[in-house]
């Protein structure tokens, strides 16, 4: 980290212990981001509750290049497993943001569509033609929605390709 770790509490005094807790897994989060400019740790107890006693608080602020990431989890009553889950969590959103910054963003493929070719209503079955000429299988079971009686022959559909006994096959349909 270029600055200097800031530990800071609200009505409460933290142990030895727990300050070095939390410098551990501070200087840890760089082994999952380098280029950390800046951490600042809050640690408080916002009030006190009269069947679960004292509840912690844990904030933590990261200043990376372009941003900053802030973690603020739920009250816990032990201050270790508060301290715990909330570097667990800035571990995550570093992770990510990491990939984001490298562009390992996950691309959501887009299901195939295709036209009805061939339907034959009074058997319960009929092919789809997709975009390059492929003849794919469905069943009426596969439609989603039981639409089959509304798919008439040239409708555009999506749907999820298998492999079938007999070939391609599609395993859901539904219509566009």
């Known amino acids: 980290m270029k600055l200097p770790l ?8 933290l142990s030895e212990t727990a300050i070095s807790t939390i410098k551990l897994k501070a200087e840890k989060l760089e082994t999952f981001y380098r280029q950390i400019m800046g951490c600042r740790v809050m640690v408080e107890t916002p009030h006190r ?3 679960h006693g004292t509840l912690y608080n844990v904030r933590i602020d990261l200043t990376v290049p372009g941003g900053e990431l802030i973690v603020k989890r739920e009250p816990h009553e032990d201050v270790y497993v508060a301290i715990r889950d909330a570097f667990d969590a800035a571990r995550r959103q570093l992770q990510n943001y990491s990939r984001r910054r490298r562009g390992d963003v996950k691309v959501h ?9 061939k339907l034959f209503a009074d058997e319960g ?3 789809l033609e997709t975009d390059d000429g492929r003849e794919i299988y469905f069943h009426s079971n596969s439609v989603i929605d039981s639409d089959f009686e509304q798919l008439n022959i040239g409708s555009a559909v999506r749907f999820a390709e298998k492999q079938g006994v007999n070939g391609p096959q599609a395993s859901t349909v539904a219509l566009l």
């Open 49 to 51: 509750h009269k069947n």
């Open 109 to 117: 493929v887009k299901p195939p569509m295709a036209k009805i070719s």
């Open 6 to 13: 800031q530990i800071t509490t609200r009505k409460l005094s």
């Open 125 to 127: 079955f009929g092919f």
